[in-house]
Structure formats: structure tokens, C-alpha cells
Nanobody, 120 residues
Framework: VQLQASGGGLVQAGGSLRLSCAAS????????MGWYRQAPGKQREMVAT???????NYADSVKGRFAVSRGNAKNTVYPQMNSLKPEDTAVYYC???????????????WGKGTLVTVSS
């Protein structure tokens, strides 16, 4: 399983960015897709996730500003990030939580991070 992420970059505070992530390979039973982030000196944290049925979950710090959606190709996920703040600066990681069959446990797969820098 591979996750290809894109869309990071430099943006001014108050601006917007749209990340994208596409999963490929042996995709069998998806639980969630989403994004996590890790700022310098901090632990990785969940930003937004979405289930196969479209249920979403957001970190309190991004609620009302970020919106996650899945593409027509169901193995893609897009977080639309609006009203960005300097504290949103981090490396963002695409995540896929899935299992290969009904007898196996769910497992996390990670893409390479993409840097988002928000200048004040």
C-alpha cells in the first residue's frame, strides 16, 4: 500500500490550502482515511479523518476551518484548509487505516509528509 500526498507549501495567515492524498496498492477494507500533523518539538496529532460512509472527525483546533472529503476515486482524500494560522505550521501526513481481511487487525499506513508553513 502506498500513499501519495501533495499540496503543501507556504501560505500567509488567513489563507487557504488544499492537500490531497491518493492510496494505491492492495486496498481491501478501509476504516478511515485522513491527515495527521507534527509540528517541531511536538507529537504527531490527528487533524481530520473520514470514514468510508463519510463520517468525519476533526481536532478541536481545526473545527470550522478545515473540511475533509473523499474523492470520486474512493481511495483519495482531500482536506480543505481555510483561515490558516501560524500554529497550523507542521508536516502533514496522510493516513490510511485498513485491514487486509476480516481476520486481521486494522493497521495504519502513512504517506511521506508534506510541509505546510503559515507565515504571520
Amino acid at each position: 500500500v502506498q500513499l501519495q500526498a501533495s499540496g503543501g507549501g507556504l501560505v500567509q495567515a488567513g489563507g487557504s490550502l488544499r492537500l490531497s492524498c491518493a492510496a494505491s496498492g492492495s486496498i481491501v477494507s478501509i476504516n478511515t482515511m485522513g491527515w495527521y500533523r507534527q509540528a517541531p518539538g511536538k507529537q504527531r496529532e490527528m487533524v481530520a479523518t473520514i470514514t468510508v460512509s463519510g463520517n468525519t472527525n476533526y481536532a478541536d483546533s481545526v473545527k470550522g476551518r478545515f473540511a475533509v472529503s473523499r474523492g470520486n476515486a474512493k481511495n483519495t482524500v482531500y482536506p480543505q484548509m481555510n483561515s490558516l494560522k501560524p500554529e497550523d505550521t507542521a508536516v502533514y501526513y496522510c493516513n490510511l487505516n485498513m485491514r487486509k481481511n476480516i481476520l486481521s487487525a486494522f493497521h495504519d499506513y502513512w504517506g511521506k509528509g508534506t510541509l505546510v508553513t503559515v507565515s504571520s
